[in-house]
Structures are given as C-alpha cells and as structure tokens.
C-alpha cells in the first residue's frame, strides 16, 4: 500500500531499479571493543542496483567481509544504517530477510550430517515448499552449477571434491531464488584451474540468473572479470569505486598498489 | 583358598553381586543423561549459566567419592543407608562428563557451518536441533561413555554404606586380608568397565559423523 501511495504521488518516477537501490549502505560505522574501541569500518555509504554485481576488493583485515555480514544481519552496524529493498535491515524480521539472501562462504559451510539434497533444499524446506515444488527446484538448480542431480543427491559432502562442494555452496544459496546473493571469497579455497573454471560457470551463471550480487574477494583479477563494478575498501573505507574498465586507469594510491601487486596493466581488463 | 577357588565356590553370590552393580550404574546412567543432556542443550542458548554449571558439576567431581557418600548420608529424602543414596552420589559423579561433553560439543562445531545455518535463516532452536545435536551425537556419546566407565569403578565403594554390588567382596576381602576375595569383587567390576568401554565405544564410532 506504501508503494502505490508512493507511485501515485511520484508519477515520474522510472523504472523502480533504477531509482531504488536493492541493498543501500547509509554512513555506515562498525566499531567492536575488544580492549578498546576498534573501527572496523566507518563512513561507509553505498547503493546497490538490482542486477548488479559489486566486487567489494580490500586487503586482509580492510573490513569487507564485516561489511557483507551486515547486510544480511550477521553483524549490526554500529551506527547509520543498511537498508534492504528500502527497509532498514534491523526492522527486518531476522529470518525472513536471510531467506531472501543467499549466502556463499569460502569454507562453504556445508551441513557435513546431511546428504547434497538435505543441504540444497534446506530453505525451501524451512519455507514449506511443497514437496514436488522443491524436487524440481533441486533439479534446476543442480543444472544451474554444472551438476546431475539425480547423481549427487544422495551423497554426502565429504564424498565430493572441493569444487564440488563449492557448486553445492552456489546450487543451496540459489535454491530458494534469492534477489540478493552474498559470496564470500568463494573461489578462494580451489586450486587456480578449478576457480578459473568455476569463476568462467558464475560469470555464464550470473547472466542468467541476474541476482543483485555482492561478491567479496582479496583478488583484482577476479574482481574485475565478476564485477560490473569494483568497491575498493581501505582500513574500513571505500576508497574507490569504479568500473572494472576504468579501474585500472584509476591514480588512488591503494588502487595503483593492487594493479602493481596483480601485473595488470591499463587496457587490460578484458 | 586361591581367587578361582573362590570364583567356582561363589559364583552365585559373585553373579548377584554383579548384577545388583549393573542396576545401581544403569539407574544412576540414565538419570545423569536425562539431566546432562537437557542441561548441556539448555547451556547452549542460556549461556549466562555455563559457568555456574560446570563449576558446580566440578566440584561434585573433586569430592572424594567416599566422603560423597558419608555427606549424603545424613540428608533427608536424598540420603540414608542403601541404594538411593548411592544412585544419588553416583548421578552428581557421572554429571560432569557428560554436561562438560554435551556442552562442547554442542559450541565447539566448525564456525563455517554455524555461520552457514544462521546466514540461512535458521531459527536458533532449528540450528540446535538440526545442526548442532547432531554433529554433536558422538561427543555426547563420548561424554557418557567416560562416566560409564567412571561410575562402574565408583559403584564399588556404594557397598560401604549399604548399596550391594561388587564392592561387597572388596570391603570384605579388605576386612579379611583376602586378595581372593578383594579379587572376586574387583575382576567383575574392571570386565564390567572395559565390556562398558568398548560397546560404547563402537556406538559412538558408528554415529560419528565426519
């Protein structure tokens, strides 16, 4: 009802993607005490599109991983606020808004007590899906990240390899058809021909599932062949922001550290 | 009068007294797990309590076991000469492994696939009974197992104020300065504890997970 009142006053407006942000950091600060005050990240304001795909790239210990945990609640910010689809992620209903997120860890996480098909089908499991809802959904899926379901679903993770388990990370966050999917370093554990491989699949992947992604890695190159926009972040600050074109043409100091560090040279991004 | 002498003379007497033994530790097992367990879940989400529990499990642990069952002796309800009194002593004795298991186990899972659960949108009580119970199951197992094989041993002195079981032999054979006799009560209850050790042993082989 708040929306049309909205539409009704803002005739105008465009194309809600494009005025509306999907996940909106509002000078956001995160601060922990352990003996004293730290700040983890501070000033932080950012505003993500539907279908976009930040590659939010930092050093260790540069906050971006605090920063994608706030988003779906793992963390709470400190002061300012992140909104989700226009609403403060802290009047969100906890559980529902991690439903809607999917979520993709470098340790992927898999439940080592429950078979593939336990692990993928988990949330629309805890959303009471209808059973045949959520056997076809697991089929889908399965196609999505290159693997036969009817092969895998029985097995247990330890039973595959570590790009395997990697694909059965990606095939369980989209299993419920998130808008908004969160990966954290996901490629970082795999061998460099398997992440080439897997990194090609979520580039094939992401076309055609078109996500609002937000993908946290330490790597240049990976943030530039995934991203349709790189977020560098400093000690806690976005310090710079650009497209995977124009990045490596950018002069920032920290920037001009991760080209050198990578061998990349202007002109190179594709 | 050598210890098989005394085994083929006595057999019945040794067989009842080995199972009077079993009854006192399956009571008293079965107690303490359905107080640990229950206790070690509800750690889990009242963490606040953690540290008061465990240190009052402990210290029912350092009390030696015979003055445990002397303490208890006077105390109305709980205590008096015999059987309940030992059940008693032997709960708060086999309380601590299995509380002190259930709890690590519990909270000491890998932090990727908590992390995971709750990034998914696991309530707390789906994370501790879908998750963490059963990642959980061979370190509680391993917990019950360790009393088990405590609390056969304890049992023995139960005899001393009244309780049966093996330890009838051993305080007699002490009384009589018999190695056969302290030998008829003490071989039973070892078999008991090793028979103990290795069938749970292979229970909590068989439902380990990883």
Redesign the interface.
């Known amino acids: 009802m708040l929306t049309r009142a909205h539409e009704a006053v803002n005739p105008k407006r465009e194309s809600p993607n494009l005025t509306q942000p999907t996940i909106e950091f509002k000078d956001v600060e995160y601060h922990i005490t352990i003996m004293d005050s730290r700040r983890i990240l501070s000033g932080i304001s950012l505003k993500i599109h539907q279908g976009e795909t930040i590659a939010l790239l930092g050093r260790s210990g540069s906050g971006k991983t605090t920063m994608l945990k706030l988003i ?1 609640r ?1 963390r709470n910010c400190s002061s300012g606020e992140v909104l989700v689809e226009n609403q403060p992620v802290r009047d969100w209903d ?6 809607r ?1 999917g ?1 993709i ?1 470098q ?7 429950f078979t593939i098909e336990q692990n993928v089908c ?2 629309p499991g ?1 959303e009471n899906w209808p059973a045949a809802k959520i056997e076809s959904r697991l089929n889908e899926v399965m196609q999505l990240v290159g693997l036969n379901a009817a092969e895998y679903a029985g097995k247990y993770p ?1 039973e595959l390899s570590g790009g395997q388990r990697q694909r059965i990370g990606v095939a ?1 966050a989209l299993a419920a058809d998130p808008a908004i999917l ?1 990966m954290d370093e996901p490629f970082g554990a795999l061998d460099p021909v398997t992440r080439a491989e897997l990194q090609r699949e979520f580039l094939a992947l992401a076309r055609k599932v078109s996500k609002t992604t937000v993908l946290v890695t330490h790597d240049l190159r990976e943030a530039l062949q995934l991203g349709t926009r790189v977020i560098l972040l400093d000690a806690g600050r976005i310090v710079a922001d650009a497209s995977p074109g124009d990045f490596l043409k950018l002069d920032q100091e920290v920037a001009r550290e991760f080209i050198t560090a990578s061998e990349l040279l202007p002109g190179a991004a594709q | 009068m050598n210890v098989w002498q005394f085994f083929a003379s006595h057999r019945v007497e040794i067989l009842a007294a080995t199972r009077e033994h079993l009854t006192l530790v399956l009571i008293s097992m079965a107690i303490a797990v359905a107080i640990g367990v229950p206790l070690g879940l509800a750690l889990v989400t009242h963490p606040r309590w953690r540290a008061v529990a465990l240190a009052v499990a402990s210290i029912f642990q350092t009390i030696p076991s015979l003055a445990l069952f002397g303490f208890l002796i006077p105390l109305p309800f709980l205590g008096g000469i015999g059987t309940r009194t030992a059940i008693v002593a032997l709960v708060l004795y086999a309380l601590l492994p299995i509380l002190r298991n259930t709890y690590v186990g519990l909270t000491g899972l ?1 932090p ?2 908590l ?9 707390e009580e ?1 994370i501790l009974f879908r ?1 963490r119970l ?2 959980a199951t061979s370190f509680i197992l391993a917990g019950i197992r360790t009393a088990t094989v405590i609390t056969i041993g304890v049992a023995t002195i139960a005899a001393a104020i009244g309780a049966g079981g093996l330890g009838t032999f051993i305080f007699r054979g002490v009384a009589m300065v018999s190695d056969a006799v302290i030998l008829a009560g003490a071989i039973p209850a070892a078999l008991l504890a090793l028979l103990a050790d290795f069938l749970l042993g292979v229970l909590e082989r068989r439902l380990r ?2």
């Open positions: 779906n793992l906890v559980i529902r808004l991690r439903r997120i979520y860890i340790e992927v996480g898999l439940f080592p007590h988990l949330v805890l330890r369980r969160l | 890998d990727a696939i992390e995971a659960a709750e990034a998914m949108g696991m309530t789906q998750v059963p990642l997970v990883v």
